[in-house]
């Protein structure tokens, strides 16, 4: 487990977090397709700005491992390539961030729907600005394929299935875009270079670098 990131199990009696018993925080959410290198980025922009991270996936990979009565669920889901209820999600989440202690978060991974998105703004989670990584599909396999991590959902086939459910979080993109909070990076980039890339975008938000 990275330094600074903490990883929940549903089996805690601190699951039950509810939406209004937190102060506000502040968090940017970074989205893109497997293989876009969301969660480095997320690490990298942990460490530059001093935002704590939390990756949706990192934690539902967690609650597999815990072999919580969530686990067979949640393991058919990602072996699916298909997304959990948000109501779980969300709880997960606040669960992480109540326990970090901290107001200002970088988010991998989440809000993935028009579900998520609604959810998301009964909470306390003030979106500062989304980041949306760019990648093709053919990159993305060859990244993964390459990447040798032991993962179930590392396979060729539950590759291009989680590309594919990829594709109902346009809608979320759009929805950020309208709001002028949506930056695109170019994620085929080098792991420097993306990540200058996204210091740009810091620089619109001072208050984050704080």
């Known amino acids: 487990m990275e330094k600074g990131k903490h990883v929940a199990s549903t089996d805690d009696k601190e699951m039950n977090v509810g939406v209004s018993t937190m102060n506000k925080v502040s968090a940017i959410f970074v989205l893109g397709p497997p293989g876009s290198g969301k969660s480095t980025q997320s690490r990298l922009i942990a460490e530059q700005f001093g935002l704590f991270h ?7 990979r967690a609650e597999v491992e815990s072999g919580s009565e969530d686990s067979i669920m949640i393991k058919a889901k990602i072996a699916n390539g298909e997304l959990v209820p948000s109501d779980f999600m969300i709880r ?7 326990k970090s202690g901290k ?25 500062e600005f989304v980041l949306h990584l760019v990648c093709s599909k053919e990159v993305a396999i060859e990244r993964l394929s390459n990447r040798n991590e ?52 810091f620089t619109m938000h001072p208050r984050l670098c704080s």
């Open 103 to 127: 107001n200002k978060f970088v988010i991998d991974g989440f809000p993935r729907s028009m579900d998520n998105l609604n959810a998301l703004s009964s909470t306390s989670i003030e979106t």
């Open 54 to 60: 939390i990756s949706a996936g990192d934690i539902l």
């Open 150 to 201: 032991g993962r179930d959902d590392d396979n060729i086939k539950t590759i291009v299935k989680r590309f594919e459910c990829f594709e109902s979080v346009f809608p979320v993109l759009e929805c950020y875009d309208s709001k002028g909070k949506l930056y695109k990076i170019d994620a085929e980039k080098s792991k420097e270079g993306v990540m200058q890339d996204i210091k740009s975008a």
């Open 92 to 98: 997960l989440l606040l669960r992480d961030i109540q």
